[in-house]
T-cell receptor, first 118, second 114 residues
Framework: DAGVIQSPRHEVTEMGQEVTLRCKPI?????LFWYRQTMMRGLELLIY????????DSGMPEDRFSAKMPNASFSTLKIQPSEPRDSAVYFC????????????????FGPGTRLTVL | AQSVTQPDIHITVSEGASLELRCNYS??????LFWYVQSPGQGLQLLLK??????LVQGIKGFEAEFKRSQSSFNLRKPSVHWSDAAEYFC????????????FGAGTTVTVRA
């Protein structure tokens, strides 16, 4: 398996522009997570989905952020309009609940998207 | 809600020396506990996890961690560090029955000197 795939790996944009980050989870995983990592706040869970349905979006910072999962193999995180304080590394991770009670990984992380908003 | 504290922001260790990274958690019952490692420019990789049973957990890359309920701790250890162990390490806690939602510590950066 190719693992969790994220695109783009790097994104540089100007303040006010719309940014869309993409994630393809591991096939067969029914949970998908979006995290944001910054020096100031560390790794924060933004939102997670189960079977394509958003379960908890309490970590989404504000209305400028939105996430969708139209099918089991694709999710997007959108920021509109973007601001410099959104600059961070955004990670997507996937898992399936059964794995948590086994010796295998709990959440598989993608390589991240480094977002810079000028 | 669960939370994690990693008291050490940065640790420098000589190659071949032992390493111990501290992690303290806050949770009302026995949590699920994890250690992840992040190499520069990479995503997080699971080193080991504790759910129940033996309090000494063995992981990949020669790491182990010990769950101590009385101290609310889950410290990570490696007896002999290799230069490739230089990375950032994150402790995380998950709540049983809600264990897909993890709370991460701030991380500890490990530098390995020759």
């Amino acid at each position: 398996d190719a693992g969790v795939i994220q695109s783009p790996r790097h994104e540089v944009t100007e303040m006010g522009q719309e940014v869309t980050l993409r994630c393809k989870p591991i096939s067969g995983h029914d949970y998908l997570f979006w995290y944001r990592q910054t020096m100031m706040r560390g790794l924060e869970l933004l939102i997670y989905f189960n079977n394509n349905v958003p379960i908890d979006d309490s970590g989404m910072p504000e209305d400028r952020f939105s996430a969708k999962m139209p099918n089991a193999s694709f999710s997007t995180l959108k920021i509109q309009p973007s601001e410099p304080r959104d600059s961070a590394v955004y990670f997507c991770a996937s898992s399936y609940l059964q794995a948590i009670r086994s010796s295998t990984d709990t959440q598989y992380f993608g390589p991240g998207t480094r977002l810079t908003v000028l | 809600a669960q939370s994690v504290t990693q008291p050490d922001i940065h640790i420098t260790v000589s190659e071949g020396a032992s390493l111990e990274l501290r992690c303290n958690y806050s949770y009302g019952a026995t949590p699920y506990l994890f250690w992840y490692v992040q190499s520069p420019g990479q995503g997080l990789q699971l080193l080991l996890k504790y759910f129940s049973g033996d309090t000494l957990v063995q992981g990949i890359k020669g790491f182990e961690a010990e769950f101590k309920r009385s101290q609310s701790s889950f410290n990570l250890r490696k007896p002999s560090v290799h230069w490739s162990d230089a990375a950032e390490y994150f402790c995380a806690v998950g709540a049983p029955f809600n264990d897909y939602k993890l709370s991460f510590g701030a991380g500890t950066t490990v530098t390995v000197r020759a």
